[in-house]
């Protein structure tokens, strides 16, 4: 499959051989570079900057490095090569030759899943719009927009499928995606974690760690789906995303670390007086977006699930790698529930249960970062440590909604939650408190007084390096 990367589109699709495609393409593009305009990244759309820019989907050389404008960025729509004998890799068609056009019975169902990950994409840009003009450094800066413009791209991938294979509905839901606006009342973004506002550096760190890592997931559950394109659409998103991962899992990291440092030179002082973040704040910044997230794997029993394993669409995490068998047919799975104002185990069938074991994978993956920040903290004598709350802790769909919760997961009484509601969630003076931290550091080789610089710079280059023009 050709790279053509100097049409008007990028793409290794042959857009050009397919002209209803490439029209419909062309008069979605204006339109998206309108949206990019009015909500991507405020105040530095005519600055240079140094990022990468997909050329190829070979897993060396994949990316080009150089300076440019974000409207010049160029958002292209690339597939992971084909694989000519690839079958249905689980479920009832396991062993089938993959699907190459949308499965008649699936199409609303399939149609529902590419809009909800694309309107994930350009909410996110949406609610990172103001966090340039607050940037700890100019790495940081970079690293923003890094992430802005392959959100944006991503947007592309799923804007592609839906123009490509659903027809005038597709084209529709393309549209609407360029309508929705993240927090909006009359036309909200789909999922609530992105509607939460991210307006400072912590929230930012924090939703590229816990809200993108569930990207991740998601994504790695349908980059094994048997609708091919989606399949290959999802693997080279997947390309993409480890960075945004690298950044709130770092950019978390850095935080801890610095506060870790001033604990340990200043013992007897509170860190908030030296201008940096403490822990406590930071543990509700994580028990906030941490729940947020796990709703976003939906459902903890649920039919939805079931129906797309069947199909072969959406698959558990590294499914060929990580389970000998494919059908999950004749198996069970226990997981906890609320009966009767209490808590209780209840069996299910596996395929029901595939959310929950796909957020499991999630936690899991999360759990690890935890114990690389806690290290941190042991390595400079701090005896404090940071956890995960419990899944069943502020959730907001699935069997826990509607319950609530103390952070190890015990039921409690909602006056009880309220009550205790600022010790576990932050509040508007802790919120209060991180914007206050936040001023611009530009100069290159600076950086903000509450975040460690990193281990390394990005591409070779050292930290100093001026990674936006300014
Ligand atoms: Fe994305
Ligand atoms: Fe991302």
């Known amino acids: ?218 994504l790695a559950a349908l980059a094994e789906s048997g609708f091919e394109p989606l399949a290959r659409t999802c693997q080279f998103m997947l390309t993409e995303e480890a960075h945004h991962l690298f950044v709130g899992e770092t950019g978390v990291g850095r935080v801890v670390k610095r506060t870790a440092q001033l604990m340990k030179e200043n013992p007897n002082e509170d860190v908030r007086e030296l201008g940096a973040i403490p822990l406590d704040i930071l543990q509700r910044y994580i028990n906030f977006w941490f729940s947020y997230s796990l709703d976003l794997f939906g459902g903890e029993i649920s039919s939805n699930s079931a129906d797309f394993f069947a199909a072969g669409l959406k698959g558990r995490y590294k499914e060929q790698d990580n389970y000998a068998e494919h059908t999950a047919a004749n198996e069970n799975f226990m997981l906890s529930v609320v009966e009767d104002g209490r808590l209780a185990q209840r069996e299910v069938p596996l395929r029901n249960a595939l959310n929950e074991v796909l957020r499991g994978e999630y936690v899991k993956d999360c759990e690890r970062a935890l114990a690389r920040w806690n290290k941190f903290l042991r390595d400079d004598g701090v005896a404090a440590e940071l956890y995960l709350p419990s899944t069943r802790f502020h959730r907001h769909v699935g069997e826990f909604a509607g319950h609530a919760f103390d952070v190890r997961g015990e039921l409690i009484t909602a006056e009880e939650f309220e009550r205790r509601r600022a010790e576990w969630l932050p509040s508007m003076a802790d919120r209060e408190f991180v914007r206050s931290l936040m001023h611009p550091v530009t100069e290159p080789g600076k950086i903000a007084n509450w975040i460690a610089p990193p281990a390394a710079g990005i591409k070779g280059k050292p930290f100093e390096f001026e990674y936006v023009r300014l």
């Open 1 to 218: 499959m050709s790279m053509n990367l100097y049409e008007r589109i990028p793409n290794n699709v042959n857009l050009s051989g397919d002209k209803r495609l490439q029209r419909a393409l062309e008069k979605w593009l204006p339109n998206y570079l309108d949206w990019w305009r009015e909500m991507g990244p405020e105040g530095f759309q005519d600055k240079e900057v140094y990022l990468r820019t997909a050329i190829s989907v070979q897993p060396d050389g994949w990316a080009n490095f150089d300076y440019v404008k974000m409207p010049d960025y160029r958002w292209g729509i690339f597939l992971k090569p084909a694989d000519a004998n690839a079958t249905v890799g689980f479920g009832d068609n396991y062993g089938m030759p993959v699907y190459q056009e949308v499965p008649g019975e699936f199409r609303n169902a399939l149609r529902r899943i590419i809009v909800t990950q694309g309107d994930t994409e350009p909410a996110s840009v949406e609610q990172q719009r103001e966090l340039g003009k607050t940037c700890p450094s100019l790495y940081d800066l970079r690293n923003l927009f890094q992430v802005n413009v392959e959100e944006g791209r991503h947007l592309w991938a799923m804007v592609y499928l839906l123009q490509r294979y659903f027809g005038q509905d597709g084209r529709d839901e393309a549209d609407e995606l360029l309508q929705r606006r993240s927090g909006n009342p009359d036309k909200p973004r789909i999922l609530e974690a992105f509607n939460q506002p991210c307006d400072d550096w912590l929230n930012f760190f924090c939703f590229t760690m816990f809200t993108d890592r569930d990207g991740k997931f998601q």
